[in-house]
């Protein structure tokens, strides 16, 4: 299993709504935002922006919760 950084909440939000996953958020109560993105499945993103995400959480999130390989999650970090 590779090795995930950890991340600030607001720099993984940051990755997930640039080029190539495209997610928007559509709907935002206090800190928990709705993200969706064409093909790939919505997210509830409950995350204060300033938090640091553990690098079992990133890996958590755009492996199991996106969907993509190890190796793509890695490279856009």
């Known amino acids: ?17 640039s080029e190539p996953l495209s997610y928007r958020v559509t709907r935002q109560s206090g800190s928990h935002r709705r993200l969706q ?4 499945p919505a997210l509830t993103w409950a995350f204060h ?18 969907g993509l390989a190890e190796d793509e999650a890695l490279r856009l970090l």
């Open 1 to 17: 299993m590779a090795r995930f950084p950890s991340l600030k909440a607001k720099r993984l939000l940051r990755i997930l709504t």
């Open 49 to 66: 922006d300033g938090r640091t995400l553990a690098p079992s959480e990133v890996r958590r999130i755009l492996v199991n919760h996106v």
């Open 37 to 40: 993105a064409d093909g790939y």
